[in-house]
């Protein structure tokens, strides 16, 4: 079965500091891959999405960039961390064919302090 | 990109009513609706979804009906009880390869 590992769960950050999350996906290849933000009582805002290795797609302009080193890895980075960064990053997976569901993984609670 | 609205954003009824959450949708290309729910602090999760050859989805005390015309998607639930408290996500799709997502719906079932 596929699994989707995402890490930390939770970070404290100051401003300026550099950021590295990383998500990975088991049990299955060539996945389509998310990253989304959720700000306290909003909703999800689709960040990147990455359909191959090296293939990254960037929906807003930001602070923030994406990376896929490898098929099954994600990862999300910034050189210097704002206040604005806080918030709730999910990254997520799906099959990458029409009409599927998309997996999350547990989440990253990150506070910029 | 999609832009989809949803609401409302808060949402209280009493333990055994029915709750309903509706979500719009601007692209017409998009042909997948699925709906997740958030509990605090949890990852969004899937609990159903629907697909643009389908005008209505129901799995036991929820489903979702599909406008395409009118480029809205609603969810029902039936019977709410407390553990149905969370917030609901309605998402579109149009490729498979982006999942736009609406605002949130805050729902609060009351005993």
């Known amino acids: 079965s596929q699994t989707i590992h995402q890490w930390p769960a939770t970070l404290v950050q100051p401003v300026g500091s550099p950021l590295s999350l990383e998500c990975t996906v088991e049990?299955?290849?060539?996945?389509?891959l998310y990253w989304y933000r959720q700000a306290a009582g909003r909703g999800l805002q689709l960040l990147f999405y990455?359909?191959?290795?090296?293939?990254i797609s960037s929906e807003v302009p930001q602070n923030l960039s994406a990376s896929r080193p490898q098929d099954r890895q994600f990862i999300l980075s910034s050189k210097k961390l704002l206040l604005s960064d806080s918030g709730f990053y999910l990254c997520?997976?799906?099959?990458?064919?029409?009409?599927?569901?998309?997996?999350f993984g547990q989440g990253t609670r990150l506070t910029v302090v | 990109g999609e832009n989809v609205e949803q609401h409302p954003s808060t949402l209280s009824v009493q333990e055994g009513d029915s709750a309903v959450i509706k979500c719009t949708y601007s692209d017409s290309a998009s042909n997948y609706f699925p709906w997740y729910k958030q509990e605090l602090g949890k990852r969004p999760q899937l609990i159903i979804d629907?697909?643009?050859?389908?005008g209505e989805k129901k799995d036991q005390r929820i489903a979702v009906t599909l406008n395409k015309t009118a480029k809205h998607f609603s969810l029902h639930i039936t019977e709410t009880q407390p553990e149905d408290s969370a917030v609901y996500f309605c998402a579109a799709s149009m490729t498979g390869n982006q999942f736009y997502f609406g605002t949130g719906t805050s729902l609060t079932v009351i005993p």
């Open positions: 049990g299955t290849s060539n996945p389509n």
């Open positions: 629907i697909r643009s050859n389908v």
């Open positions: 997520a997976w799906s099959m990458g064919q029409l009409n599927t569901e998309a997996f």
């Open positions: 990455s359909v191959g290795i090296g293939q």
